[in-house]
């Protein structure tokens, strides 16, 4: 079968579609997964559904992914941490708060946001995109997350929560969606456990 010999066993690029530099806008998280690749080692993939856009071809309910190798463990987590110090509010720049908030649960956190639960999935941040040139010459795209202030602390709680084990989905319940969204107009995403769509709304049923 000569080039099809692999297409069994091959997986399916979980990257998706980017921000393109000068992206000013909102977003919301779909998804989150730690997935292996051949190229970077581990890489830590968020999907995110954009709520308010700056650019034209990045339009208002499409999803684009935030793609961080891990093939530098130390690298990789502090680009996770910074996130997660943004989704919760919390100042990534001043070592006392990081580690009074966030340090101790980081890694739980983590683990259950690429997990089955999909915990920070309706988590809501600012993001801003840049070019930044490598000291090898090399052109990057920068990802600049900002805290959007009405829901960090809401999202801060919810992170405490998902570290200690008592987390709800309803902690987050009015990030998932803010607007009802008409059937068949977009895809909408996949609710946790016990909730379900009426009328594009997201419902709890427990």
Excluded at 114 to 135: C, R, S
């Amino acid at each position: 079968m000569g080039m099809w010999d692999k297409i069994d066993s091959a997986d399916v690029n979980e990257r998706g579609q980017y921000f393109p530099p000068g992206f000013r806008g909102r977003v919301r998280i779909e998804r989150s997964i730690m997935k292996p690749t051949r190229k970077d080692g581990d890489a830590f993939i968020v999907t995110l559904e954009v709520l308010e856009s700056n650019l034209a071809e990045v339009a208002v309910g499409s999803r684009r992914s935030w793609y961080q190798s891990f093939k530098d463990q130390i690298l990789g987590s502090s680009a996770a941490k910074e996130f997660f110090c943004c989704l919760a509010g919390v100042n990534a720049g001043v070592k006392s708060e990081v580690d009074a908030h966030i340090s101790p649960i980081a890694a739980r956190v983590g683990m259950a946001a690429t997990g089955a639960g999909n915990a920070l999935m309706g988590m809501i941040v600012d993001l801003e995109t840049f070019t930044k040139t490598t000291n090898q010459g090399k052109l990057f795209t920068v990802h600049k997350w900002t805290p959007v202030a009405s829901v960090a602390a809401q999202q801060l709680a919810a992170m405490k929560a998902i570290a200690a084990g008592t987390y709800t989905p309803a902690m987050v319940t009015a990030n998932v969606t803010t607007q009802p969204v008409p059937p068949g107009t977009a895809q909408l995403p996949a609710l946790p456990s016990g909730w379900v769509y009426q009328n594009g709304v997201p419902v709890h049923t427990g």
